[in-house]
């Protein structure tokens, strides 16, 4: 087994539907982008309020990948 190097970088999805929603919007989004991607953790959930309901979430995520050799 190989060892591994792996970098963290933090982003935040958006989504009207739910909080689950935003973090699969951000993994979605960050996987045009980065290869090998392992692992994600939630960092921070907010919303925004409009008119007495949720208007839309947002959740900052930080997420693991690894380096390539």
Known sequence: MSEHVYKKIEITGSSTESSDKAVRNAIAKAAKSIKNMD???????????????VAFWQVTIKLGFRLEN
Do not use: H, L, S
């Open 39 to 53: 692992w994600f953790e939630v960092i921070e959930t907010r919303g925004q309020v409009e008119k007495g309901k």
